[in-house]
């Protein structure tokens, strides 16, 4: 994949630009159809504190989520998560033992543990991990949904191809 601000090849498992310093927000490209709802929200980024923009998803039936136009992040309402991985992942029916530990090797990043504020209500959000060894903590907000940084959902696809919800 390559960086939309420069065009310069993205590092593995990355979606900051080296050369550039770019973020870029390429969890839903090529994955599902969406277009932008709202530009800006009064909803801001729980990173970066940017207005959020609302994309709309060609989901049966149509849903929505909130994405951060500058470090890529995704803000899901409740279910939303799950429901978007059965929309562009299906059932599956047999774990690859071997690709799921892969995947945790290549994607697994260590991070500085930061709690956030919840876009909604400003309240801070509490860390969870998604299911069984994906690799991936998000931000919950009880009342009004989960933060994912950018590259986490593409990450949480990949798990759950190769059999991740089923261990």
């Known amino acids: 994949m390559n960086c939309s601000s420069c065009g310069a090849v993205l590092p593995a498992n990355s979606t900051v630009c080296e050369y550039c310093n770019a973020h870029n927000p390429v969890d839903l490209k090529g994955v599902i159809g969406f277009s932008v709802k709202h530009r800006e929200t009064e909803r801001l980024c729980p990173c970066c504190q940017a207005p959020l923009e609302l994309l709309e998803l060609t989901t049966k039936p149509v849903s929505s ?35 799921l530990e892969n995947l945790h090797k290549e994607l697994y990043r260590p991070e500085t543990v930061v709690y956030r504020k919840c876009p909604v209500c400003k309240q801070m959000m509490s860390r969870q991990s998604f299911g069984h060894r994906s690799g991936v903590v998000l931000d919950r907000c009880i009342n009004h949904g989960d933060w994912l940084d950018s590259g986490e959902f593409l990450h949480l696809a990949e798990w759950k191809k190769a059999g991740g919800l089923l261990g």
Do not use: S, W
């Open 65 to 99: 989520v909130d994405r951060c136009p500058h470090c890529g992040g995704l803000f899901f309402p409740p279910g939303g998560i799950g429901f978007l991985l059965d929309q562009v992942v299906g059932p599956v029916y047999a774990m690859h033992r071997e690709l």
